[in-house]
């Protein structure tokens, strides 16, 4: 069933159906207990199906299998693709948008099915969908002037990614910016320090330039 919801219309035929319930199974084999499990599917789904009559979700058409939803279902993953049209935006509409797409991204995609290979692929493009709403919404904090929310998406940012070097210049300037330059020097030290155990990468000229211009002096 989640395959089918998040592939609606989609046509399947039975190897590829197998493959996903049966990884590296013979799809030939396993025919038999497809056709079991979409009956029982069937029945989950219309517990009044009459025997040799149609179901209104499952399909058959040439021998492959399609799931139409009908107007029927609803998914977080259907409202996360539309809240990303107003998403895109950027303007003040696009702020309430990402903070609702962010509440998703944040519950992670089919924790259940965390090694499951069928999902991978849509696991990989839910988290390049967080990094690209958070990383977002930082740059609509930051141009408005909203130091508080750019402090805490960015550190959001870093719990993602600590080594984002524009996320870093972001935080520490958003401190600057409210006075705080002992917080700057802190979060500035403290991202150069993993970088270079983590990484064993020297500062770039980039961040050189800050820490001097924050310190007065050279980066250590």
Not at 45 to 52: F, G, I, Q, Y
Not at 135 to 146: E, Q
Not at 152 to 166: F, K, M, V
């Amino acid at each position: 069933m989640k395959w089918l919801l998040l592939n609606p219309e989609k046509l399947f035929g039975p190897a590829e159906l197998c493959e996903v319930l049966w990884p590296g199974s013979n799809a030939a084999k396993r025919v038999n207990d497809l056709h079991v499990t979409l009956h029982y599917l069937r029945r989950v789904l219309e517990p009044d199906l009459s025997s040799r009559c149609p179901s209104r979700f499952i399909h058959t058409d040439a021998g492959r299998y399609w799931f139409d939803p009908q107007d029927s279902w609803w998914t977080d993953v259907d409202e996360m693709r539309q809240l990303w049209t107003p998403a895109r935006a950027a303007d003040d509409a696009a702020i309430p948008a990402l903070n609702r797409l962010l509440d998703y991204y944040r519950q992670g995609f089919l924790p259940e099915e965390l090694y499951a290979d069928a999902f991978a692929g849509f696991r990989d493009a839910h988290s390049r969908g967080h990094d690209e709403a958070l990383h977002t919404l930082l740059g609509l904090y930051r141009d408005r002037g909203r130091r508080y929310e750019t402090l805490t998406c960015a550190q959001q940012i870093l719990d993602r990614d600590p080594y984002s070097e524009p996320t870093v210049t972001v935080l520490v300037e958003a401190h600057l910016e409210q006075g705080n330059r002992r917080a700057a020097i802190a979060e500035l030290d403290r991202f150069l320090r993993v970088q270079g155990e983590d990484l064993g990468v020297k500062p770039s000229r980039h961040l050189l330039a800050l820490r001097q211009r924050v310190t007065g002096g050279p980066a250590r």
